[in-house]
């Protein structure tokens, strides 16, 4: 069964500064597909950044990039320049390249310190 | 613009009655789902549907139920069975992947229930 495990349920950060988000899976398959999402107090998900597994460059956009280590499991989201409005709670997601079910992390809430 | 909706955004519900909460879409995605979040717990799945007149249960369908008359629309149903409905809900809809490689993998998502007993 595909798992999905963050092990950090609260993370802060000063304003401008940097901060890394954890999300390791579980999965026997080779081809997928990895994703974050945020998910302000609004509690609307919105889409921070995706990455397929059979890219090995990791993704970016702009201020957000992805650690992409395929053969560890390991997609950890990296936050750059941190604004007051990236607090919120990010997920982490996986789903497979067939079917449609995605399975989600716990969430980490992330903090922006003024 | 193509997206999800949902209503209401916040419902109330007396102990012992039934209640509908609306999810429609107009993105032409085969699959929707319903999801259940509650803090610290993340996001659990209720049920899913990848075409219409056809729905599986995901991990937690206990008290609660769906339709799928239309490809637009995935009404869920919670129950009087359902002990605790206290939750924000969220709909979210996709295309059914088959393995071939596609752009367009992500999950859309509505902007939620939130459900309260009183």
């Known amino acids: 069964a595909q798992t999905v495990t963050q092990s950090q349920p609260e993370m802060s950060v000063q304003e401008a500064e940097t901060v890394t988000l954890s999300c390791t899976y579980d999965t026997s398959e080779s081809d997928y597909y990895l994703f974050w999402y945020k998910q302000p107090p609004s509690r609307q998900m919105i889409l921070v950044i995706r990455q397929e597994a059979y890219k090995q460059q990791n993704a970016t956009e702009n201020r957000f990039s992805v650690n992409f280590q395929k053969a560890a499991k390991s997609f950890s989201l990296k936050i750059s320049d941190s604004q007051l409005g990236d607090a919120a709670m990010y997920f982490c997601a996986y789903r497979m390249n067939t079917g449609n079910q995605f399975y989600f992390g716990t969430g980490t809430s992330l903090t922006v310190i003024p | 613009d193509g997206g999800i909706t949902q209503s209401p955004k916040y419902l109330f519900r007396k102990e012992g009655q039934n209640v509908t909460l609306s999810c429609e879409q107009n993105?032409?995605?085969?699959?929707m789902y319903w999801y259940r979040q509650d803090p610290g717990q993340g996001l659990r799945l209720i049920y899913y549907?990848?075409?219409?007149?056809?729905?599986q249960k995901g991990d937690i369908a206990e008290g609660y139920s769906v339709s799928r008359e239309k490809k637009e629309s995935f009404p869920l149903t919670v129950t009087s069975a359902q002990k605790n409905p206290t939750a924000f809900y969220l709909c979210a809809s996709s295309i059914v992947l088959s393995g071939a490689t596609t752009s367009n993998y992500g999950y859309t998502f509505g902007s939620g229930t939130r459900l309260t007993v009183v």
């Open positions: 549907s990848q075409i219409v007149n056809d729905f």
């Open positions: 993105l032409n995605h085969d699959a």
